[in-house]
């Protein structure tokens, strides 16, 4: 987690200072301090920090009007590699709810145990949900099985399954996929989660929190029927993509995901793991090699000008960007390019 272990330290020091005077701070204006159930009558609200995108649109869908919600990582930020601050951790501390993914942000325990508060409720909102496995990093040993969710066809590439479980010379232990919020489904367990600690924290205000997050589920729910819709008769089912980001999604849609890089998209792939991509993508006719908004997407041009293919947006919805802010977009209209993106790819 590059200088983050040995910051804590020094941000834990400045802790104490911080909090003393952060009254003033725009972000903590109008928030009271205690960390009890609120009181409906008193008309104060929950303060509620979040990590990446999706937690924190999840638990502003849930919150409505009872709640502040907090996005720790600001709008643009590659959140893999990203860093909570002192201020951050003063947030942190005084959050009634803390909702995180989980994997994504390595360091939330131990932030979590420095800004400690023992009445916070902390939702880590892939817990309950069986996670597929993927690697950090890819080794030219071709793609990943585990990561992408489905098995492929061309018996060329099924060598793959013969090592499951060894490790390579040079090859990290496979590590839990955290990107089960790109599968609708999924999102809804995730939604369900936050729901329950809204209830705890603030049971004054059950009912509203219920009926925020059955609204919100409905419309994931009109998400996945069309996905299930829209891709079902799909052409093709294998698309490219800048790094292993969908791979719940594609298991959920009877999709192969082929990703130029493992699960961490500021992996530079290696000669042989381009050729590879090349070629495979050669065989199966592709003609758009997808990239993401946060990342640069030099490596997915190089490909499909390789190739002769065209590249356009997948959006992992890692974090907004400024544009996507500008044009109003949020979850559920971001998954619906998505859609609309994919459609187009493998109809070609």
């Keep these: 987690m590059k200088a983050w272990l040995k910051r804590l330290g020094v941000l834990s020091a400045g802790l104490a200072l911080i909090l003393s005077g952060c009254g003033g701070n725009k972000e903590s204006t109008n928030h009271a301090s205690s960390n009890a159930p609120m009181d409906a009558a008193s008309g104060k609200k929950l303060k509620v920090v979040t990590t990446i995108y999706p937690m924190y649109e999840f638990a502003r869908q849930v919150g409505g009007e009872h709640a502040e919600v907090i996005a720790l990582i600001p709008p643009g930020a590659e959140p893999h590699d990203w860093e909570p601050s002192a201020k951050d951790m003063a947030l942190l501390k005084e959050a009634d709810i803390f909702v995180y993914n989980g994997i994504v ?61 060894h490790e390579h010379d040079g090859e990290e232990e496979p590590v839990p996929d955290p990107h089960v919020w790109l599968d609708p489904v999924l999102a809804q367990e995730q939604v369900k989660s936050i729901l329950a600690a809204f209830e705890k924290a603030d049971p004054a205000n059950k009912t509203d929190y219920r009926k925020n997050a059955e609204a919100y589920i409905t419309k994931l729910k009109e998400l996945d029927e069309a996905y299930q819709s829209g891709l ?73 000008d390789e190739i002769g293919a065209k590249t356009d947006v997948l959006n992992p919805l890692e974090g907004l960007t400024d544009e996507d802010k500008k044009n109003n977009l949020d979850y559920i209209g971001i998954m619906k390019n998505n859609l609309e993106a994919l459609k187009k790819a493998l109809n070609e």
Aim: glycine content about 8%; overall charge negative; proline content about 4%.
């Design 232 to 304: 079902k008769d799909a052409k093709r089912k294998a698309f490219v993509t800048q790094h292993a980001a969908f791979g719940y999604l594609a298991k959920r849609y009877g999709l192969t995901q082929i990703p130029i890089a493992g699960l961490s998209p500021e992996q530079e792939p290696s000669p042989d793991k381009m050729a590879e991509i090349i070629k495979l993508a050669k065989e199966l006719q592709i003609k758009t090699i997808f990239f993401e908004t946060l990342v640069d997407p030099k490596v997915a041009r190089t490909i499909a």
């Design 105 to 165: 942000e390595g360091w939330a325990e131990k932030a979590l145990a420095s800004a400690a508060n023992d009445k916070r409720i902390v939702v880590e909102a892939v817990q309950g949900i069986e996670l597929m496995e993927g690697k950090k990093h890819e080794h030219g040993h071709g793609h990943e099985d585990e990561e992408e969710g489905h098995e492929h066809e061309d018996e060329e590439h099924g060598h793959e399954e013969e090592h499951e479980g």
